[in-house]
């Protein structure tokens, strides 16, 4: 398993949000409490498409399962498909399974082309069966009188203060517990979206175990004195 997948959020409340506000709602959505289509926008790499997957498992509670709820990639749906037959598809399965309200997930929305974002808002228009979430990193190439059928909601990167409590919970995951005080000296210098983050922790991840292997192995790797242990959160290389 991949250390980005090893690491994924598993809840709605495992997401590190910029805003209370957003988060606060987010999980109204996520607890079937807001059915107003919901538009998710920001730059890359902010949680976005985990936050509407989460959101989804979250509103079928129980009846979550693949297949009921597999998202949709604006541009391939597109390749496959003129009209929004699909989306009605899955809301009615998982309508049929007891969920309160179907729900469906388009990500990149804005591949969508102008005619096809029109059959979506038309579509939107017609079924009261469920709520769509949409996402983008290009909010003005989402036609007007579309997003006004969304509730619009800006997902931004968290402050470094702010990713502190992800840090230190990944860290303990791979058996390396540290303070937020040396996870915040860890995130020195970092500034960047939450994959990126994932890749500067794995960094230091490996470096404490390739330390760690030295002083278990000191013959085999050539160290002939053992130092003491600690964890350098220098930002040497990055």
Known sequence: MTFDK????????????ASTDVQQTLEDYANNNRDKHLLLYGPKGTGKSVSAELIMRERLNLIWQAGLAEPFNAK???????SFGTLLSQWNWQL????????????????????MQHKLRAFMDQYELGVVIATTNNLHLVDGPLKDRFRPVCVEYPSVQQWVPRVVAVMAAEGIPI?????LLLLNGFDGSGRSLNDWIEDYVLRLQSVVHKLINPLA??????????????????
Do not use: M
Not at 6 to 17: A, G, Q, Y
């Open 6 to 17: 090893k690491h994924r959020p598993k809840t709605l409340s495992d997401v590190i949000f």
């Open 96 to 115: 049929s399974a007891g969920a309160h309200a179907g729900c469906s997930i388009i990500d990149e929305i804005d591949q969508f082309t102008l005619p």
């Open 179 to 183: 303070t937020p005080s040396q996870a």
């Open 76 to 82: 391939a749906y597109a390749e496959q498909h003129d």
């Open 221 to 238: 790797s050539g160290v002939t004195s053992l130092p003491a242990l600690t964890i350098n959160c220098a930002t040497e290389g990055k």
